[in-house]
């Protein structure tokens, strides 16, 4: 790939991409692309950006390589994802006795750490069957503070130096001797752990993840933050560094209740898009605190509802009222039923019409029924999903299987259903629970591991560009068309194809006269598109080196 650059004013630089493949509903044949500063102004064919060539300011040779909106995850945690990127990650750990190991050798390599911490520890998955001990982890960590989060970041194992500075942390909801923290407990320790970050290593922490989230072709990112997730400091400071740097656009999202004008002014004056994220109101299925409506197959109780109908309903009544976008982490069955019965309390109160146009938001989304996913469509609710999910723990052989049992299990994650209501799909990762991976990410979704929830990548596509950037309520966004924001990604690919894993697709829409853009084979086992450039308002974030 070859530029031919000359100098010009960055707020009207002018590019032309020529030589490859543009995905735009504006011509699905295109190969061409120019834009102006920060905007698209021509989408068109090769012989027709001959006229364009000797006025632009820069020429970007796309050598056969595919044009793309830049991706848009809907839900990260940034920090946490940076820490992962940057220290102590335990995602994929084999066996509990490498997972001890790994925790040694961070810690003799972090001496001058107030709290170690790390992320991404499952058990599930290991043959010993459970979690370290406590005198385990005391004796890895050579008896310092530390704060391991499992990797659904809903319970967190922690060492006696840890707990010894918190007060009363042993009297919280949540802790049970020998247990991974959950509830009041976890929150209070993760409050702890986190508040010894130093300014200097957040920055470094947020720079990588986002650094690292440009490299994968995301141009967006939604920060779902809150008091029980991080702190105001750290919302404030990542969106102050976003704004400072090249990178991924940021949405900030924070997860506390509004009941009052005053409420809603402060979560704006925080710099937030709205209340909502992970405002909690269960939690989830790895850690049994996701709140069902009949027990866990593996254990004598229904979870954790952290918030009531009432206060679901006060909460979307006032963020309703001061134009706030409101939402929730619901995914439990019971969970989500007390999200959609305290919507409708609060559009008796205020209005339909009025909450479907506040769009608000429910994160993860998990276990829904009929009655729940018409409900969504009813109030124009966005689901947030993220569909990695499904692809780590899915299936009859794994945690969702163990938690619930088969048959409930495979009930998990209802894309297809969703869509074919009009539910609006936002697709993310939740970051570090599962990765940044854009194309893994509508590869999941198109390869769902229960058939009947399958949909077409072309749609998890959309879900995962546009959805998102309509979630966050700028509709122009994440597409390319004349007039739209240049915030696109380059990729290197194999042939285009229009792929519906569903045989009951209508045969038309794969057939090459249909026009439908096409988009790169995600079949499981094939190689993923490469990232070569990620731009965003029309400045390069990311180029990949010797492309």
Known sequence: ???????????????????????????????????????????????????????????????????????????????????????????????????????????????????????????????????PTRGELDEATGGRPCYLTRTDAHSALVTTALLDLVPGIRDMTGFDDGEPLTRDAHHAARRRAHGTLTPARRAEAQRAALEHAASLGIGALHECAGPDISSEDDLTALLALAAEIDGPHVRGYWAEPVTSPADAARVRALGAVGAAGDLFVDGSLGSHTAHLSAPYADAEHTGAGYL????????????????????????????????????????????????????????????????????????????????AFDAAWGGEDRMYATRL????????????????????????????????????????????????????????????????????????????????????????????????????????STDPRSGTPGLPDLTPGAQLPVCLRTVVGGRTVFRRPNE
């Open 405 to 508: 049992g088969p048959a409930r299990a495979a009930t998990l994650n209802p894309f297809a259903a969703l869509l074919r209501s009009g539910v609006p799909l936002a697709l993310g990762s939740d970051s570090p629970v599962t990765p940044l991976d854009p194309w893994g990410t509508i590869r999941a979704a198109a390869f769902h591991r229960t058939p009947e929830h399958r949909i077409s990548v072309r749609g998890a596509f959309t879900a995962h560009t546009r959805g998102g950037r309509r979630a966050a309520g700028e509709d122009e966004a994440g597409v390319l068309v004349p007039g739209a924001p240049a915030d696109y990604a380059l990729w290197r690919t194999g042939a285009l194809i229009v792929q519906a894993p569903d045989t009951r697709v209508a045969n038309w």
């Open 308 to 387: 009531d109908t009432a206060a679901v309903a006060a909460h979307v009544a006032a963020c309703t009222r001061a134009g706030l976008q409101a939402g929730f982490h619901a995914i439990g069955d019971a969970a989500v039923a007390t999200v959609t019965a305290g919507v409708r309390a609060a559009a008796e109160e205020v209005g339909t019409d009025r909450v479907r146009a506040a769009r608000h938001r429910v994160e993860h989304a998990e276990m829904l029924t009929g009655q729940t996913i018409a409900d969504f469509a009813e109030f124009a609710l966005t689901a947030s999903v993220q569909p």
């Open 1 to 131: 790939m070859s530029d031919s650059t000359r100098p010009g004013e960055r707020e009207n630089h002018t590019v032309l991409l020529r030589g490859g493949e543009i995905h735009s509903p504006a011509d699905p044949f295109a190969t061409a692309m120019v834009t102006e500063g920060g905007r698209i102004a021509w989408i068109g064919s090769e012989g027709a950006a001959d006229s364009f060539a000797d006025g632009v300011d820069e020429t970007v040779r796309l050598e056969g390589a595919l044009v793309t909106p830049a991706f848009t995850d809907a839900h990260v945690h940034t920090t946490a994802t940076g820490l992962a990127l940057t220290g102590l990650d335990l995602s994929g750990v084999p066996t509990l006795g490498e997972a001890l190991a790994r925790i040694a050798a961070y810690a003799s390599s972090r001496p001058h750490d107030t709290v170690l911490l790390g992320h991404g520890w499952d058990s599930t998955a290991w043959p010993e069957r459970r979690h």
